[in-house]
Nanobody, 124 residues
Framework: VQFVESGGGLVQAGGSLRLSCAPT????????IGWFRRAPGKQREGVAYINNDDDTINYADSVKGRFTISADFAQNTVYLQMNSLKPEDTAVYYC??????????????????WGNGTLVTVSA
């Protein structure tokens, strides 16, 4: 099981990026897919989740109204659209998946599969 993550880069504050996460080795129809980030010197934090089994979506308070997570089942890809980016959004962003009935927490503990991450840098 692997993930192909893309879309990171350098952007000015107020700009937008769209991250993509395409798992290989399984289809994510019944999985929960999450985006997480780790900023320099900080712990990993959850950003957004989409549960493809019951169609629920959750966001961290810090990104509500600015970030949107979505799933394209035909492409087997999950996206994270990031708008109104701020310097404090600078981090390595990871996608991860939890199999059905897995026990996980919002900051990623217990997720079953992880990508290698993509760097997002927001300049002031």
């Amino acid at each position: 099981v692997q993930f192909v993550e893309s879309g990171g880069g350098l952007v000015q504050a107020g700009g937008s990026l769209r991250l993509s996460c395409a798992p290989t080795g399984f289809t994510f129809d019944d999985y929960t897919i999450g985006w997480f980030r780790r900023a320099p010197g900080k712990q990993r934090e959850g950003v957004a989740y989409i549960n493809n089994d019951d169609d629920t979506i959750n966001y961290a308070d810090s990104v509500k109204g600015r970030f949107t997570i979505s799933a394209d089942f035909a492409q087997n890809t999950v996206y994270l659209q990031m708008n109104s980016l701020k310097p404090e959004d600078t981090a390595v962003y990871y996608c991860a998946a939890a199999a059905p009935h897995s026990d996980y927490d919002f900051d990623g503990g217990g997720m079953d599969y992880w990508g290698n991450g993509t760097l997002v840098t927001v300049s002031a």
